[in-house]
């Protein structure tokens, strides 16, 4: 199911390079820019020798619009690369529609079908813009930032870091409940 899945991505590689670069980019400038400001903070504004804390505030605030450029892209081309993948997907299940027989569609409920065509493609839509990028991000944002904290304070990076089992545990846990709950309001939905 995953490789037919990820052959909605061929047509649109492009754009899909485009999107998964843009939002690694922000990821990392999101994860540097407090460090720079740190630094400019702690050493360049005690000495007071105000050409470099010029030149780094200017720095500063090339990064911040760099990254709201890179946000920009991700919000606006990847939902182009997620709508053009539920287009496609929705063009192939109303093919697949035309095909089946009178039997299946006395058989099932025609809300439900409704549904399928609507709500699920437009969720389907969503993950295939978001979730490549998210998964990556989130896994080199905790990485990092990990790393970091453990450069800055080891023992407060481990006191903090052993929480995060428990947030997994946690997260999975409320996850399959509001899959259950989710679940049961399509089905509802899907009747009426």
Not at 12 to 37: H, N, S, T, V, W
Not at 95 to 107: C, I, V
Not at 172 to 190: D, E, L, P, R, V
């Amino acid at each position: 199911m995953i490789r037919r899945f990820m052959s909605y991505y061929k047509p649109y590689k492009g754009l899909f390079y485009l999107d998964f670069c843009c939002a690694i980019l922000a990821a990392l400038l999101e994860l540097g820019f407090p460090l720079a400001l740190n630094q400019v903070v702690d050493k360049l504004l005690p000495s007071k020798d105000w050409e470099p804390i010029l030149w780094a505030c200017g720095g500063l605030l090339a990064v911040y619009v760099l990254n709201a450029f890179m946000q920009f892209v991700v919000t606006y081309w990847g939902h182009m690369l997620g709508i053009n993948i539920e287009t496609d997907m929705r063009r192939n299940l109303f093919a697949h529609l035309q095909k089946l027989s009178f039997k299946f569609y006395d058989n099932t409920k025609t809300g439900h079908l409704m549904s399928r065509m609507s709500t699920d493609l437009m969720d389907i839509g969503e993950v295939a813009h978001h979730g490549p990028e998210d998964v990556f991000i989130a896994v080199m944002t905790l990485a990092g930032a990990f790393g970091l904290m453990l450069y800055i304070h080891p023992g407060m990076a481990l006191i903090t870091f052993a929480t995060v089992p428990v947030l997994i545990v946690l997260s999975i846990y409320f996850n399959g409940k509001m899959t259950g709950a989710m679940n049961k309001m399509f089905g509802s939905m899907g009747g009426l």
